[in-house]
């Protein structure tokens, strides 16, 4: 992988663009706890201002890829909105939390 990028890195370069490292971030998939710090080593040696997000933290346009982080927040939020009114918990749900999907009328 890191031989795709470098060579990714250098094609460009040699049409006059170049890869902005700071806004690049390298997602360690299925990859043994053992090798992570001599694979980010490699990375960043090559990509200095390359970021390397904890799996908690990982999103594709926007959106969680982590879900059982999400899951957690949504199971405390609903723990907690039962503590108020109905009406006022609906509100909170449709207008506050952002989350409409959990608002859906059979």
Known sequence: ???NATMI???LSLIGLEIN???CELLLINHIDINKPQT???FQDQF???SIPDPIHWQLLRS???LKAKINVLDS???NLELVQ???AFFILKNCLSIPQLISVG
Request: net charge neutral; charged share 15%; aromatic share 4%.
């Open 1 to 3: 992988m890191l031989i």
């Open 9 to 11: 890195r250098d094609s």
């Open 21 to 23: 490292n700071s806004t």
């Open 40 to 42: 980010s080593k490699l």
């Open 48 to 50: 200095p201002s390359l």
């Open 64 to 66: 969680p890829l982590y």
């Open 77 to 79: 939020i609903t723990e």
């Open 86 to 88: 109905p009406h006022q």
